[in-house]
């Protein structure tokens, strides 16, 4: 192993011990406090999709509830230190996405850890399916750090996609629960819906509402060696979009974690081209979805909740070989999905073209694959969380 790996995975051994002692020293001054629930906000500054959902109907079922929202550092460092008293006395630790400190420490057993993943379905490979692959961890820093450990409730979409998940998680596939996705209960909730596209209809010129709007919105994909293609869709756009339709309007909604620079070039079309794109990062994906006629993505598992409103999707995936060979896939797009697949600029361009506003599509096989569960989805969650023997 090179001498800097060694040092700094010394560094991280060094680091937990002196974590998991703190955690201890605390937890045995406090009390488990059976009405706090501590809620992670990593993804995001403001509570939203999972997480938000969550949220109000805790609220609304369990009002007797304290929640604590937090913003994790999630780097090895002073900061970690001073979220031990949030979280070392609470009943319940929910997340939607990676969170260290719950990695580095032997939890209580009266705390409930509890994962709302952020993704449907199961689509590109992540955790523990990527170990020693170009874009995962290799399984020295996995004896140190064992990510996505500790976890007492996952809760996914699909009875299909358990084993992926426990494979992903390192954990037994019995902790693993089918009961759905949190946010796509507002999908069914018609009074959010009717509120959600007054908002977006509002932030778009008169023109831009006439339009047939495709929403585009690619997966995360990593920096430096752990990248996994260099496929940019800012530029894949900048290069057809002078021979886009007048008549469509690109809305471009970038992942949390994108690096801005890498919007760049969009950023400077948007100038220029303000009817026919526009970068979309005042409000959520899923938000958008309830206005947009299509959706475009690479990787995203957003897809999947798209399909559930029956609007035409399509995959761009040019890089599906390299793709495949540096992180992977669970199963196949064509196994999960519905949608159209596009592998050059040109059937982008096209298909980008022949949409039309008030389309229906036909997903009734992606949706039944990738979902047990589509309606009361959080409340229902929640009283399995609740009514947990001890």
Sequence with gaps: MPIKKTIRYTIHWLYKIIYQSSYAIMSKCRPINEKKVVMSLYRSNKLE??????????????????????HPSNKI????????????????IVLDDYYLPVYLIHPRKETRIVQLWHAAGAFKKFGYSTVDTKFGSDRKYLEIVPVHSNYTHVYVSSEQVITQY??????????????????????????????????????????????TKILIAPTYRANAGQRETELNFSVELTN????????????????????????QPLLDLQHKHQEQIIIGENFSINEWMLVADAFITDYSSAVFEFALLKKPLAHYVPDLPEYQKNRGF?????????????????????????????????????????????????????????????
Aim: charge should be neutral.
């Design 49 to 70: 999709g999972n997480l938000k959902a969550f949220y109000n109907e805790v609220k609304k079922l369990h009002p007797e509830l304290e929640i604590q929202l937090i």
């Design 77 to 92: 460092g002073y900061g970690m230190f001073k979220e031990i008293p949030h979280f070392c006395d609470a009943k319940y």
């Design 166 to 211: 426990a494979e992903a998680f390192n954990m037994p596939k019995g902790k693993i629960y089918p009961l759905g996705i949190p946010r796509i209960d507002y999908f069914s909730d018609e009074f959010y819906v009717k509120e959600i596209q007054q908002k977006l209809t509002k932030s778009l010129t008169v023109e831009q509402q006439r339009k």
């Design 240 to 263: 057809i979009l002078k021979d886009i339709d007048s008549d469509k309007l690109l809305i471009f909604v970038p992942h949390p974690y994108v690096n801005k620079k890498e919007l």
């Design 330 to 390: 669970y199963n196949s797009i064509e196994n999960i999905s519905d949608g159209t697949i596009l592998t050059n600029s040109k059937q982008l361009l096209h298909w980008i073209n022949e949409r039309r506003t008030g389309e229906f599509y036909n997903t009734d096989r992606m949706i039944q694959y990738n979902f047990s569960v589509t309606s009361n989805v959080t409340k229902g969650i929640i009283e399995h969380l609740m009514n947990y023997p001890e």
